[in-house]
């Protein structure tokens, strides 16, 4: 019987930093990465993190079980064994109405926030808003980091908390989505996915033990509305 409670040793927690790597930024045809994210287990095998410790279904099983984040997902699909990443991708053939769900209202995601540093702030303004880099999708949560409810989508260790306006937003054409895992994620506007300045709503300093508001954005919306 496979004993999911069994806790992963150091050497299996590396093995799970590896496949999520994997899952999120390998190119498509080397694991063979479905439209919808997953991956025959047995195609991991070609690479090596995973021939020194056996990987198979019971060890996959555990890594989705123990992982605190929710990150990964595991089916059976025609006799196969499959694993994906919920969330996070830079793999352009992963398509988001495969892997995720359409947020069709704002009143759907009330709360948006993503977290960031305060070294990246003046890189954010200075480039017009949110990017989404080197990957699918900006990703957010829906509460702040010491909230019960966050699961994935921001690190414990940001520094500033962005929140966004959905609703103005939306009205842009800037789509929104839900992973499996609770994760809000955007592609944002154009090719350079972008999230802009104006529908940032407010930024909040979580550092200390009360969040306070940085006035940065309000000083830059009345700045450009006067352009």
């Not at 948006?112 to 990246?120: A, E, L």
């Not at 940001?158 to 929104?176: R, V, Y």
Request: proline residues 5%; contains cysteine.
């Amino acid at each position: 019987p496979t004993h999911f409670a069994n806790k992963l040793n150091n050497s299996e927690k590396r093995l799970a930093r590896s496949l999520i790597k994997i899952l999120r930024h390998a190119k498509p045809a080397d694991p063979g990465i479905s439209e919808d994210g997953y991956v025959n287990i047995d195609n991991l095998l070609k690479f090596q993190p995973f021939k020194k410790i056996k990987f198979n279904q019971e060890l996959g099983l555990r890594i989705v079980a123990q992982d605190n984040k929710n990150r990964f997902s595991m089916i059976n699909r025609n006799g196969k064994i499959m694993i994906r990443a919920n969330q996070g991708h830079s793999v352009p053939t992963v398509k988001a109405n495969k892997l995720l769900q359409p947020v069709l209202d704002p009143s759907e995601i009330p709360t948006v926030i993503h977290g960031s540093f305060f070294d990246k702030w003046s890189l954010i303004l200075s480039s017009g808003g949110l990017n989404k880099m080197n990957r699918n999708h900006i990703h957010f949560t829906t509460g702040l980091p010491k909230d019960n409810e966050v699961i994935s989508g921001m690190r414990r260790s940001a520094e500033i908390a962005i929140f966004i306006d959905t609703s103005k937003a939306m009205q842009m054409g800037i789509k929104f989505y839900i992973s499996s895992n609770g994760v809000i994620l955007s592609p944002g506007l154009g090719d350079t996915g972008t999230i802009p300045i104006a529908c940032i709503d407010k930024v909040l300093n979580i550092t200390g033990k009360q969040p306070t508001e940085i006035y940065d954005v309000i000083q830059y919306q009345a700045l450009e509305a006067n352009i």
